[in-house]
Nanobody, 127 residues
Framework: QVQLVESGGGLVQAGGSLRLSCAAS????????MGWFRQAPGKEREFVAA????????YYIDSVKGRFTISGDNAKNTVYLQMNSLKPEDTAVYYC????????????????????WGQGTQVTVSS
């Protein structure tokens, strides 16, 4: 049974940092893309970052470039999202996802490209 379990969310003041973790189990994910998405109340789920372990490709949404860093430990089947200089607009439930690489343009930004999802972890940034 495939499971993705996020942890590390919480309440932080603007300018602070958090590190999210996503522990994956149930299969080998070395050929997969691991992504982070977020969803704020009343908004659609939004792509944040993704990493393709086998090729070392990393992708970010523009609004987090320079502030967030995605990384992974293949041996531990764990992916991380280091979030620095947090802003109130980063407040959302953050989800980890795993999917097979696609062929269409910017496939990694689309939630439908991912096969497995975690339960989410709340990140709240106060002003």
């Amino acid at each position: 049974q495939v499971q993705l379990v996020e942890s590390g969310g919480g309440l932080v003041q603007a300018g602070g940092s958090l590190r999210l973790s996503c522990a994956a189990s149930g299969r080998t994910f070395s050929s997969y893309v691991m992504g982070w998405f977020r969803q704020a109340p009343g908004k659609e789920r939004e792509f944040v970052a993704a990493i393709r372990w086998s090729y070392g490709n990393i992708y970010y949404i523009d609004s987090v470039k320079g502030r967030f860093t995605i990384s992974g430990d293949n041996a531990k089947n764990t992916v991380y999202l280091q979030m620095n200089s947090l802003k109130p607009e980063d407040t959302a439930v953050y989800y980890c996802a795993a999917g097979r690489p696609g062929s269409e343009s910017a496939w990694y930004r689309k939630p439908d490209s991912y096969d497995y999802w975690g339960q989410g972890t709340q990140v709240t940034v106060s002003s």
